[in-house]
């Protein structure tokens, strides 16, 4: 089943904002854009962080799940620089609940964005 929220921004692209498949959520990357669409690349790495993880919780939590839900999160970097900030805001979010993570530093992102988050979580 295709999920779709207006609480994170529209795909750019042609896929869904998120899929089930049985009791798991799979969530698309999400970018550093505002649930309007405006495109955040101008703004710092971390405000395209918090906004990225902001909009894969808004998507999770369409599909009925909450962040102690989340089961594994990948998160594209642009420059391992950043990677130490990227960890801060995470674990501030995340707090106690530690889902499973991969960071992969890349060169380059669509639009000129800093950062890119994808997820799986489990559905009740």
């Known amino acids: ?8 921004p529209a795909p750019f692209g042609h896929y869904s904002q998120a899929k089930t498949g ?8 999400q970018l550093a854009a ?15 962080t918090r906004q990225c993880l902001a ?10 799940a909450e962040k102690h839900q ?5 998160a594209y970097i ?3 620089e950043h990677w130490a900030e990227f960890n801060k805001i995470y674990s501030e979010l995340f707090g ?3 889902p499973a993570r991969s960071v992969v530093p890349v060169p380059e992102l669509h639009h000129g964005y800093l950062i890119e988050v ?4 489990l559905s009740e």
């Open 1 to 8: 089943m295709n999920i779709s929220t207006k609480n994170a």
């Open 22 to 29: 049985g009791d798991i959520i799979f969530i698309s990357g």
């Open 34 to 48: 505002e649930k309007d669409g405006t495109h955040g690349f101008n703004k710092s790495f971390s405000e395209q």
């Open 55 to 64: 909009n894969v919780l808004a998507i999770a939590r369409a599909a009925g």
């Open 70 to 74: 989340i089961l594994k999160v990948t």
């Open 78 to 80: 642009v420059g391992v």
């Open 96 to 98: 106690e609940t530690k």
């Open 118 to 121: 994808e997820a799986f979580a």
